[in-house]
């Protein structure tokens, strides 16, 4: 019993449970069936390094203080963090972007940090 190719419907010899004729057609499936959730997943990352680029930018001492509305003219989007970090003592909020942080005043300021533990 010949079945066919499930990318490509061409004919397949060898094995009864075989479903692609060829690696090409194999990848090219799976590509299509994952590409929704890669393409989500791709455009997630863009912003994050897009973000992490800016505070790079930003804060070339290790340490800087920049206004919210320079960040969001640069691009930067403050919705998209890779991590939160809440300080013990005074209850303050940083946001990262892997190991570049801000944390955002109530004057509209942005303190730039650097979190050190992640440098190897």
């Known amino acids: 019993m010949a079945t ?3 990318e490509c419907g061409e004919k397949l010899y060898g094995r009864l449970d075989k479903k692609y004729c060829s690696d090409q057609c194999r990848a090219a499936y799976n590509n299509k ?4 959730s890669n393409n989500y997943m791709r455009n997630i990352n863009n912003i994050l390094r897009r973000n992490r680029r800016i505070l ?6 290790g340490k800087a203080k920049v206004h ?10 403050f919705n998209y963090y890779t991590n939160v970090y809440r300080t013990k ?7 990262f972007c892997y190991e570049y942080g801000y944390l955002i005043f109530d004057s509209g300021y942005c ?9 190897v």
């Open 4 to 6: 066919k190719c499930v």
């Open 68 to 77: 919210k509305d320079k960040l969001i003219e640069l691009g930067f989007n």
């Open 33 to 36: 069936l994952n590409s929704n």
């Open 56 to 61: 790079i930018e930003q804060n070339p001492t």
């Open 89 to 95: 003592k005074k209850e303050n909020v940083y946001y």
């Open 111 to 119: 303190s730039l940090v650097i979190r050190q533990e992640y440098v």
